[in-house]
């Protein structure tokens, strides 16, 4: 592996130009918003605490079959766009009710990054995705960066069309899973990143590049 | 009050729904969800809301008040034999008209062990089983061993015995065993199975008929206590996941020779269904399934608290005084309180119907189903052929991954069995579906496993 640290130092320019991503809130479910609990320019905060234990800042409230459901951001940001209009009114489900905007933490632009530099596995089909639970177990107890695959091994599990197909890793050499791009059981679209591996033989240059992304890129 | 209808459910069946509203004048409302946005039941409903699930009932219910629908119909699938759901359409603060039968209904044939256990005491033939669920590895293999000597003893030979699990159904949840060895590591499996997909670990052990015909009797019955017949369909037709591929009305066919009185058979199954329909009260449509074995015996296999994927090759051939039945139709009219306004003796069939399940599958590599675009999908319309789909025809549409990918349901008509098969091999001579893959490779579904299976057609196998 060789990285070309001019095209890096060009790529980390034009994140810093423009280093923000919009998420839109959008309602899980039909339901009447009885109230918001932010204004425009508010800073609102995501789930936090070691665990995510600690819920994120309450955004609206949806009222469903009498049972109030207090929305809350899933994101760091500012808070933009919110549709005042929709106050006191029935709305679909996936109705985008506002949008976040939230600035990319240094962690957020090495997995950016890490995207055109990683062996990734994409989705194969729009579905749903667990890791294989062993491989889950083995992160939770050492993390990422650490767990080895080889060639045959089962990575992922895809729930399509009601049935479950594992997805092998088809690749020769030994890896290390060093990122993972989805969120178990949410729909992911057809070629999108799942889970980006490195070859162990090239894990000193990517420690290098995350390094020059850190010392770029200060949290 | 003039009722209103929201339509539960996805497809053709919300398709065909509507049509039925609109015959009896009804206004109805169309639900959807966001990956559903480009099929046809969408496009076509003048109202609609997007919920989240069509398995959310808090977002069924709340579009029904938003909406201010009377009556929920849930078409097949989905929660359309949920009996909590429909206990609570009926009992909630602003109570809404449940279009199928009674939750009490669904509650007792539902549950398939129940089921059979009142059959059994009505003197109905079951499947030789267990009757009450397993949960223990050498409980079962204990019972699997009684059955053997019991149905041993009937002259079952090379006796093979299922293991289901309670609550599966649709193929989900159902294994072979031939040895008595295998009876525990394949219990513990579907236990597991059942546990993880439908949090009820209960199993139960059948023994497996070899050879035989799946025969269905199609009831209705009114809220007033009237019941008839549209007389029974044969689908033995079916993928290696007992999922039904091609149906047949009527069941049996009278240019094929039987070893038993087919007449008879037909005419005693249909009683037995209507005596159990009216032990529970049954007041919607309902289907009653059987299998029948080359010898004539015929055993009850389970009952269909709702409407069916093929209701409409009954509806084809039955007539009421001389006007074609629609099944959908007569459904929601006696939901809403009307009586029959007929008896059995103002129904009388006449000729075949056959319906083809078109559905995007690998029948080469384990029928998996497959997701994809379809760019092409033509026919030729025929005063023979009604085609049921979702699938517009005339832009490229992208096959949803969260359902199974039924394209469309072809449904024949003919006066005599020849010219059923004639035209039905000619439909699908006739018939393009062309798409791809995500992958871009082309998109292939199950046309040829139907052309190839239309010569098994009133077979037993």
């Given at each position: ?219 | ?108 044939l539902g549950n398939k062990l129940y089921m059979k ?47 289901k699990?309670v609550a599966?159904g ?34 139960i ?96 296999m389970e009952v ?158």
């Amino acid at each position: 592996m060789k990285i070309d640290f001019n095209e890096l130092t060009q790529r980390l320019q034009t994140l810093k130009a423009n280093p923000y991503k919009i998420y839109p809130v959008t309602t899980p479910h039909t339901g009447k918003i009885v109230e918001f609990k932010v204004k425009e320019g508010m800073k609102v905060t995501g789930p936090t605490g070691k665990w995510l234990e600690k819920p994120g800042t309450p955004l609206f409230i949806l009222e469903r079959e009498k049972n109030l459901k207090v929305i809350r951001s899933i994101y760091n940001g500012i808070v933009e766009n919110i549709r005042i209009e929709l106050l006191n009114k029935f709305v679909e489900a996936q109705e985008t009710i506002l949008e976040i905007k939230h600035t990319l933490t240094q962690e957020e632009i090495i997995s950016e990054i890490l995207l055109s530099t990683l062996f990734v596995i994409k989705a194969p089909e729009t579905a749903r995705y667990i890791l294989n639970p062993e491989i889950a177990k083995k992160i939770e107890k050492e993390g990422l960066g650490k767990v080895i695959v080889k060639e045959g091994t089962e990575l992922l599990i895809m729930t399509f069309m009601k049935r479950e197909t594992p997805i092998y890793l088809t690749e020769k050499g030994t890896f290390v899973l060093y990122r993972i791009y989805f969120k178990p059981f949410e729909i992911v679209q057809s070629n999108a990143p799942l889970i980006g591996l490195c070859p162990v033989e090239d894990l000193p240059y990517l420690e290098r590049l995350i390094q020059k992304i850190k010392d770029e890129w200060p949290t | 009050m003039k009722d209103r209808v929201l339509i539960a459910n996805r497809g053709e069946i919300a398709l065909r729904i509507m049509e039925a509203c609109e015959l009896l004048h009804l206004d109805y409302v169309a639900l959807y969800t966001k990956e559903d946005e480009e099929s046809l039941h969408v496009q076509r409903a003048p109202k609609k809301y997007r919920i989240s699930d069509y398995r959310d009932m808090n977002d069924i219910l709340a579009v029904a008040d938003e909406a201010k629908c009377t009556a929920i119909h849930p078409g097949y699938g989905f929660l359309s034999e949920n009996y909590r759901f429909a206990r609570r359409v009926v009992k909630r603060e602003r109570p809404l008209i449940w279009i199928g039968p009674s939750w009490e209904a669904i509650r007792d044939l539902g549950n398939k062990l129940y089921m059979k256990k009142v059959a059994h005491e009505l003197g109905i033939p079951v499947i030789p089983g267990t009757i009450n669920p397993l949960y223990n590895e050498i409980e079962a293999e204990f019972k699997a061993e009684e059955l053997l000597e019991e149905v041993q003893a009937q002259g079952f030979h090379e006796v093979t015995f299922l293991i289901k699990a309670v609550a599966g159904g649709g193929g989900m949840g159902i294994e072979e065993v031939k040895n008595l060895e295998e009876i525990r590591p394949v219990f513990r499996k579907i236990r597991a199975y059942a546990k993880r997909l439908f949090g009820e670990e209960g199993v139960i052990i059948e023994v497996k008929i070899p050879k035989f015909q799946h025969l269905e009797v199609q009831i209705l019955g009114s809220k007033k206590g009237e019941y008839v017949h549209f007389g029974t369909r044969n689908c033995t037709i079916q993928s290696p996941f007992r999922q039904k591929r091609i149906e047949l009305a009527p069941g049996f066919c009278s240019r094929f020779n039987y070893e038993f009185d087919p007449q008879k058979v037909e005419r005693e199954i249909i009683e037995y269904s209507l005596k159990l329909a009216k032990h529970f009260h049954y007041d919607s449509v309902g289907t009653f399934e059987w299998l029948v074995t080359p010898e004539g015996k015929y055993y009850l296999m389970e009952v269909n608290t709702r409407i069916q994927v093929e209701n409409e090759i009954s509806a084809k051939i039955s007539f009421i005084r001389d006007t074609q039945v629609n099944l959908l139709k007569e459904q929601i009219r006696i939901a809403l309180g009307d009586g029959l306004g007929y008896t059995q003796k103002d129904i009388t069939f006449k000729g075949m119907s056959l319906e083809f399940r078109l559905i995007a599958e690998d029948t080469k590599r384990g029928f998996i189903p497959l997701s994809g675009t379809i760019q092409r999908f033509s026919y030729a319309p025929k005063p023979w052929l009604t085609l049921r789909t979702h699938v517009p025809q005339d832009k490229p549409y992208t096959i949803p991954t969260q359902f199974d990918p039924n394209l469309a349901l072809a449904i024949i008509y003919a006066e005599t069995f020849e010219d059923l098969l004639e035209r039905s091999k000619a439909f699908l001579e006739e018939l393009v579906i062309e798409g791809k893959t995500p992958k871009g490779e082309p998109l292939v579904t199950n046309i040829e496993f139907l052309k190839e299976n239309l010569k098994y057609v009133y077979q037993f196998l």
